[in-house]
Nanobody, 120 residues
Framework: QAQLVESGGGSVQAGGSLRLSCATS????????MGWYRQAPGKQRELVAV???????SYADSVKGRFTISRDNARNTVYLQMNSLKPEDTAVYYC??????????????WGRGTQVTVSS
């Protein structure tokens, strides 16, 4: 069964950097957009960044200029480079993919999440 697996979370001081990775396991016929969401305690899950299969990107206003999303289509992997981290970036970060495991099907996939903690 196809799945998404995140890695790279951790704890860092404000101003520091982290790089998140999300790899796919299992096979996909096609992967369309991939993205990163986050959920802080007591808050709703929110979109952080998304990248289309052709490479166009979109970011939440709160992370523009600090975070960069990229993908390796050959490896079906998406990355999130996070620089100049702030305490308000503390959250569980989830990988997301709009993908087709086989011809004629299409689903939204979620990873289990990885914790990012930024201390002041």
């Amino acid at each position: 069964q196809a799945q998404l697996v995140e890695s790279g979370g951790g704890s860092v001081q404000a101003g520091g950097s982290l790089r998140l990775s999300c790899a796919t396991s299992g096979s996909f016929y096609r992967i369309n957009a991939m993205g990163w969401y986050r959920q802080a305690p007591g808050k709703q899950r929110e979109l952080v960044a998304v990248i289309a299969s052709a490479g166009s990107t979109s970011y939440a206003d709160s992370v523009k200029g600090r975070f960069t999303i990229s993908r390796d289509n050959a490896r079906n992997t998406v990355y999130l480079q996070m620089n100049s981290l702030k305490p308000e970036d503390t959250a569980v970060y989830y990988c997301n993919a709009d993908a087709s495991p086989r011809v004629g099907s299409r689903f939204t996939y979620w990873g289990r999440g990885t914790q990012v903690t930024v201390s002041s």
